[in-house]
């Protein structure tokens, strides 16, 4: 029973993705000179070279974890969208550390880790202790939570971070101790990778082999069961949010430590709102996460070269993400097909299962 | 005699797979009253909701007077003549009586709604069908029987031939169930046709020509009612015998358990939900409240568990100072607790078994080491539990919505009742179940009383807290009117003045039998 629900539940959103795929090439065939040039490249294309497999993976690493910080504030009934805030600030938190406090190979980097999901710890507990204390929805203190931290990231980086010598608003180049090292060349798939594998089986244990991550799904689950039963609500709105921020904030200083090597966003990346996407693709499970992160960077990866290579614009791929979204999130779709599996089953076992 | 009604082969599955009605046939002849009963889950509801278009059928068919008919939704069963009495109200509760019965129907003078007719069309309806209601009062100033009538009349005043009430009596004072009963024959005289829908078998015996008992969504007998007794119909619902006389060692109280004293509580505008609230439970007792729902119960219930705090008067346990503390607290000096709405607060009810059977003991060594959960002892926790509490399941990692009302509720009486508690607190424990599984708690309830933990049972329903209890306080706004040290002494109608707060027991009397 509770495998034929995880079937159908995977079933339900491969069929998802196929049909907006399956839209998304018939817009292409409507609007495209080179119908099927740009179908090859957006299907195949990431696969074409190692570069563009290096790419894709490089794309995955913050979307994994941004796709977890936000997972496990879903699975605690709480919202999480400011995921986005919350790297942002994460990322100037592990310049900062790279910048001004220069230590050792190795220990450099895991200060600057650290650094940043303090970061990112420090601006999620700002909606779960207001949620908490005062009842504040934290769907909208984290949204404008975003906003606040942006910009005061912004001018900590400009105001004192500031390389005057390039030619852009960036920071300082960060020394080497501070780096997230290469591991294939000539890609930039870096140590980021570990810290994502980390990461994806650390929310894992936490949320299903922990007693904080017991209270924190019952509280998900049913908040009016978890205070009755004597779990402490408050504690797991404030804890969900830390550790959700903790791990945002781990997706911000991968780019920046792994990819750039120095701060040089002047906007919000966006990968806070890919989390929102990829949580609800792995249907907040850690383990889905990773496949989610993949898939999503696979078919961005696939626009972007498609649009390089073909006349098809790069934004196809929001139609199709935003046709998955709706089509997983419709609990009536397929329905009726499930239903009638149901009924099948339901009459070859006799009654009352 | 003329078939109003006839369901054939009526099949419904619901999504997480239980099939709720399997080629059901259900025929109700014109002019009388047709018990339909069955423990929980038998189908009841399922069958009334396909008749009233509230769900699709998987397969079947209804023959309305003699015709096909189609429904599929409330409106078009209202239009063909059937009306529906819900268990709980579908009224606005800031409107009159007479707004709430005209409501979509409404008496028009050009493009204004004509007030005066409307009215005029309520009381000509409450004399003609003997249902007496004050048109001008509003819905949340008359009393629950009063509410139950409006319901009747807005089905009648929309032309309802066929009535389905569904545990109408649930909420009824003794008093109210006779005006009911009544009312109901009444209206079986003027040639109405009514289903009547209940788990209480001697009011089945009492009102109804007729009984179809279902069990595990099938038909399992039809009976004329005057050729059945009460036991043979719940031999049948059950499909074997039924004990409704509960066993019970005498009372043995030890030391008290629980005291409250001058309990109080207010809402936000001011008005006392609990006013002055004294008793105490002693180990090795158990202590019944009765009273109509909404008189103070949920209150003092949750301010007991630590789910709501107190604006005055003191609460111990066990010689411990509790004013106002936590569940958790609660918990750890041994209060276990059966809420009254097992959804709401008794379980997940997207988790598994296992893990509803641990909510209240994760933190405990014998289920957690320092970081990680001990998988193992919480497996076998449910195993023992499902086991010994007969609950009925394939696994116990199955999600707690593929259960029966009665089994979610066997689960919550297992936590509660493993926990080793001294004190428990059962808010209408036996609510919404099946006679079996109401037979099971009762026994639990006594059992885990006479060895040694002290019981405060609440309840709505009078024959329970009659039989389960050894003491009996009657509470009503807000307020302990009366006190009774030997529960099965009290009469039902007795009780009822009570409850209605016809009648309160004197300062000296009530401290006296609370002492």
Known sequence: MIRRELVFEIGRTLIAIMLALLLGFIIILLVSEEPLEAFQHFVLGPLTTTRRIGNWIEATIPLVLTGLAVSIAFQAGQFNIGAEGQLFFGAVTATIVGISFPLPMYVHVLVALLGAMLGGALVGAISGLMKARWGASELVSSLMLNYVFYRFGLYLINHHFRDPNAGA?????????????????????????????????FSYLFIYRTRWGYALR????????????????????????????????????????????????????????????IATLARNHPLGVPIAALFLAYIRSGASIMSRMTDVSSEMVAIIQGIMILLVTAQAFLSKWHHRAVVKEAKRHGLNA | METLLEMKAITKVYPNGVMANDRVDFRVNK???????????????????????????????????????????????????????HQHFMLAPSLTVTENLVLGVEPRKGLAFDWDQAVQTVTDLSKRYNLPVDPLAKIEDIPIGMRQKVEILKALLRGA???????????????????????????????????????????????????????????????????????????????????LKIDKPPAKPQKRILEVQNLSYFTPEGKALLQDVSFSVRAGEIVGIAGV????????????????????????VDGYQMSGSTPRQMRDLGVAHIPEDRMLHGVANEASIEENLIADRVQMPEYTRKVFLKTEAIASNAQTLVTEFNVRTRSPKTPIKMLSGGNIQKVVVAREFSSNPRLVIANQPTRGVDVGAIEFIHKKLVEICRAGAAVLLISADLNEVMSVSDRLLVIYGGQIVAAFPEANEVSEEELGLYMLGIQTQGDTQLKEALA
Request: glycine share 12%.
């Open chain 2, 293 to 316: 729902e909404g008189n103070g119960q949920r209150e003092l219930v949750e301010i007991l568990t630590g789910l709501r705090r107190p604006h005055g008067g003191l609460i111990s």
């Open chain 1, 218 to 277: 019952m509280t998900g689950l049913n908040k009016d069961f978890a205070a009755y039963a004597g779990i402490s609500v408050t504690a797991v709105v404030i804890y969900s949010q830390v550790i959700s921020g903790a791990i945002a904030g781990l997706a911000g200083a991968a780019d920046v430590l792994g990819l750039y090597r120095r701060f040089q966003w002047q906007m919000l990346p966006g990968y806070g709102f890919d989390g929102i996407i």
């Open chain 2, 31 to 85: 002019g009388e009253i047709h018990a339909l009963v069955g423990e929980n889950g038998a189908g009841k509801t399922t069958l009334m909701k396909v008749l009233f278009g509230l769900e699709v059928p998987d397969g079947g068919e209804v023959y309305y007077k003699g015709k096909p008919l189609q429904v599929t939704s409330p409106l078009q069963a209202i239009r063909n003549g059937i009306g529906m009495v």
């Open chain 2, 161 to 243: 031939e066929l009535l389905v009430l569904d545990e109408p009596t649930a909420v009824l004072t003794p008093q109210e169930t006779e005006e009911l009963f009544t009312a109901l024959v009444g209206l079986k005289e003027q040639g109405h046709t009514m289903i009547f829908i209940s788990h209480k078998l001697n009011e089945v015996k009492q009102i109804t020509d007729r009984i179809t008992v279902m069990r595990g969504g099938r038909i399992v007998g039809v009976r004329d009612t005057a050729e059945v007794s009460e036991a043979d119909i719940s031999r049948l619902m059950v499909g074997r015998d039924v004990i």
């Open chain 1, 169 to 201: 608003m960036v920071s300082y180049r960060l020394p080497e101790t501070v780096w997230l090292q290469w591991i294939w060349p000539p890609t930039r798939v870096h140590w980021g990778l570990w810290v994502a594998i980390v990461a994806i089986i």
